[in-house]
């Protein structure tokens, strides 16, 4: 895909987010529990979200997107009640600021960052210290998140430091704003690797999975939840005691998610 093709689609993927943002405050006047989420949690969250109903009296409404866009919206003052990251990175950074309430705060799903190419594709490869990424990539491209910021990026590129080929292949990565962009690049073939969650690869039946990234190739991955700061609604404290629990869990673990949480 040329430059200007990726451009594009970043400038489509932005607009998109805007477009959440301009619903949030209207969600509010509904007094509905505003929450803000990675975006790899979509298949898995909606499905929560849904079964939380006859709990909190609601449907919460969700606006995905990469942790970081997220944490600088809520910082910027949008109006949200919870925050879900994809790493401990981006709660602390607003759990520093004062915006979030530490005691609300729990570890609630860890995860796993895969190889993906597209579901016809008949590449193979052991992910292991060394191995050949570049002549895998050839003259196509690697698909991540933007690894200066959102944490699925970060992941992979600290994996790929760690394996000793990341200097090799930098020249070759698509940055994406979010790891489910990343995901649309290589399902769609504009992309010929990606490195994304094993959640999302479950979920995107356009890829599959040449192998997992070894877990000490990377910080632990930790999706973590907190109230926020400048939250109103009443429905919030029942929202989050429902992200904990069994049936909660359940849905979680379908979408291949571990849970770190003990159900309630």
């Known amino acids: 895909m040329t430059r200007e093709g990726f451009g594009s689609r970043a400038i489509a993927i932005g607009g998109f987010a805007a477009a959440l943002m301009a619903a949030v405050p209207a969600a509010h006047a509904q007094d509905k529990v505003v929450v803000f989420a990675a975006a790899s949690l979509k298949d898995a969250l909606d499905a929560v979200n849904k079964a939380c109903e006859a709990d909190v009296g609601e449907v919460a409404t969700v606006s995905y997107a990469a942790s970081s866009a997220l944490a600088k919206q809520i910082e910027g003052g ?14 602390k950074y607003l759990s520093d600021k004062k915006l979030t309430r530490p005691d609300t705060e729990v570890k609630l799903l860890g995860n796993e960052i895969v ?9 193979e490869a052991k992910i292991e210290k060394g191995f050949d990424l570049a002549r895998l990539i050839g003259d196509g491209k690697l698909a991540m998140g933007d690894f200066k910021a959102v944490p699925a990026g970060k992941y992979g590129k600290a994996a790929l430091e ?25 399902s769609t073939g504009e992309a010929a690797l990606g490195i994304v969650y094993a959640t999302d690869a479950h979920a995107e039946k356009g890829v599959r999975v040449i192998g997992t990234f070894p877990e000490n190739s990377h910080a632990p991955i930790i999706y973590p939840v907190a109230q926020t700061a400048d939250s109103k609604d009443k429905d919030t404290p029942a929202f ?11 849905l979680f673990k379908e979408q291949g998610f571990t849970v770190l949480t003990p159900s309630n």
């Open 78 to 91: 949008a109006p949200a009640d919870v925050f879900i990251s994809a790493d401990l990175d981006w709660m």
């Open 162 to 186: 760690s394996l000793g080929v990341w200097s090799s292949v930098e020249g070759k990565v698509a940055q994406a704003e979010n790891v489910r962009a990343a995901l649309k690049l290589v």
């Open 240 to 250: 989050l005691k429902c992200l904990q629990s069994a049936k909660a869990g359940a």
């Open 115 to 123: 190889l993906v190419a597209p579901s016809d594709s008949t590449v």
